[in-house]
Nanobody, 126 residues
């Protein structure tokens, strides 16, 4: 099982980035896939999660209207389009998968996720 996150980088406030999470080694269609982030000194938090079986999505209040999560089941890949980025979005972003949780539950209970990828750093300068 592998989750490979990519797409992070340095961007100015107001800019955009698209993160990708490529999955392999499990039945992608039956999972909730989520994006989580952890800033220095802060707890990891759920940013946005998607149920790949029905496309239902969840967003943290802090990113609603700015971030969009999507899934390409044919490519076993989940994307996070991040627009109008703010300095407070700076963090290491991780993708993770759960065979048990719904999209909301996955974002609410990051500690229960089955698989984690390595993070990708997003830095937003002011």
């Amino acid at each position: 099982v592998q989750l490979q996150a990519s797409g992070g980088g340095l961007v100015q406030a107001g800019g955009s980035l698209r993160l990708s999470c490529a999955a392999s080694g499990f039945t992608f269609d039956d999972y909730a896939i989520g994006w989580f982030r952890q800033a220095p000194g802060k707890e990891r938090e759920g940013v946005s999660c998607i149920s790949t079986s029905d496309g239902s999505t969840y967003y943290a209040d802090s990113v609603k209207g700015r971030f969009t999560i999507s899934s390409d089941n044919a490519k076993n890949t989940v994307y996070l389009q991040m627009n109008s980025l703010k300095p407070e979005d700076t963090a290491v972003y991780y993708c993770a998968a759960s065979s048990y949780y719904s999209d909301y539950e996955a974002c609410a209970h990051y500690y229960g996720m089955d698989y984690w990828g390595k993070g990708t750093l997003v830095t937003v300068s002011s």
